[in-house]
């Protein structure tokens, strides 16, 4: 992806992929050489977390941050993360927001420090195969209820539709007018289209290829 | 069949339920299947049925008790401690002969035991959950399009022999997602007009129905329940599905179900690359257990294998039905302990598939 900023926060509907996309962004950030640190802001979902790949990002020097709930015994997380003194040690972050309003309320509580802080992104990570936004009006309104648990306002669009294992170049292609539509009602650009690198349709604006990350034990490797 | 969408298990088994005409859920919050009750919050409203979290496990599956006794279809779901919560109205329901579907999505046990995926509750759900002679159809599924089909299913079987029927699933299946479709037909919200034992106003047109599970006369409870009985041999008659895979000239069957069928499909499809005469069993139906279809299966078979996310529960039911016959193992994993392929793969080996 062209043009990371120092924070980007990744936002979107349940199981559109962000915690994929989030994974994908640190390593590219750290494979160019700096610091990066991911922070799993994920309150809602208890499995397929960011906080899995600890091991993966240990790999690459990534720096990771979670809530202590999920895996622990804890039912309510605790979100003793030191944000704003992360932001000024000069290191990459990426916040992995849970999914819907819900999980956006997580980020209300730093939405004062993201404001203050200039070289911000927050995406809104959309994907058209998710049962309950298959509609771009429904995405849009999803991300207006998103903005206002967060207390922030979204920059850019990521086309992240994806069918899992099942996605192939019409799958992406087929996304790609829904995308536009979501841009058009969100007022925002459309910051990238994801795919795996043999499913990228030649047309995709802002083309951004990822690997699969999040994946079930029996998935072909 | 419509255009597919990426689905989490929950949701699925939540927009399943809506297609199959459930009218009315109720519910309680516990994790790994809360999913299912915060779509049908968004989802009930919009389709004109009722959805509506219960104060608790307890008061949840009595709705479902008193809303089944009007001839609704009707559903509720939790996860292992909640299903023990509800396991005297699922008794009081059975006893009523009425018709309600059930999801479990395990977690890991005893007590709150972990939110991590577990099959522990095999003998739990398979052997009725709650007390008294009584059956409760299970069903299975192995995929995220399995477990929606396996509602309807479920609601089917439900109304056909007018008993609760379980929809079994772990958390692993609960928040996976995979591509699903469902067909394009409208949404229509059950009624009672085919089930004239509902208790739904009689109009001064016929006598009351009763709803009621207590016999107090001794030789009245016993008829009930034979009668019952004769209901629960024409569903093992009839009603048993199973998956078998290259266990016709199979050495060593492996017997798994739900998530763990899959992990085990890929421990024997490695075997076979490596030459190894494995072969996968999985059981659809867990009660009625399919005795027929897992005998045919191992009719060549030298051992047999069973693997669950437990200490071994559905291995008594294997034995059982193949009235020990050949030798039976057991691999597993507990406390939301997932065993990975090459545990299993190893285990094959060690059973004597090495090549």
Redesign the interface.
Known sequence: MKNIRKLTVVTGH??SGKTNFSVNLALDIAASGNRCTIIDLDIV????RTADFGELFKEHDIELLNPVY??TNLDIPSLNIPLQSILQSGSYVVIDVGGDD?GAKALGRFAPTIREFDDTEILYVI?K????T?DPEDTAVLMREIQYSAGLLCTGIVNNS?????TVTQTVRDSLGYADEVSVKAGLPIRATCAVADAMPDEAPEPYIIHRYVR???DNQ | MAE?????GN?ALA?AALRAGCKCFFGYPI??QT?IA??LS?RMPKVGGVFLQAESEVAAINMVYGCAGSGIRCMTSSSSPGISLKSEGISYIAGADLPCVIIDVMRGGPGLGG??PSQADYYQITKGVGHGDYNIIVLAPSTVQEMADSVTKAFDLADKYRMPAVVLAD??LG?????VAFDDAEIVMSDASKKPWAANGHGNKREHNIINSLYLQAPELEKTIKVRYERYAEIEKNETMAVADYCDDAEIVVVAYGSTA??A??AVDEARKLGIKAGAFRPVTLYPFPKNELNEAVKNAKKVLVVEMSMGQMVDDVKLAINCSRPVEFYGRTGGV?P??AEILAKIKEMGGEK
């Open positions: 349940y199981g979902n208890p499995y397929f999920a895996n819900e994907n195969y998710r049962y309950l298959k994806s069918l899992g294992t099942e079930t034990l029996w | 597919k969408s990426l689905m989490k949701e927009e994790t790994p999913e915060a779509y968004k939110i991590q958390g692993l928040q996976m997602m995979e591509p899959r992990l499909k890929s997932i990975a392929p």
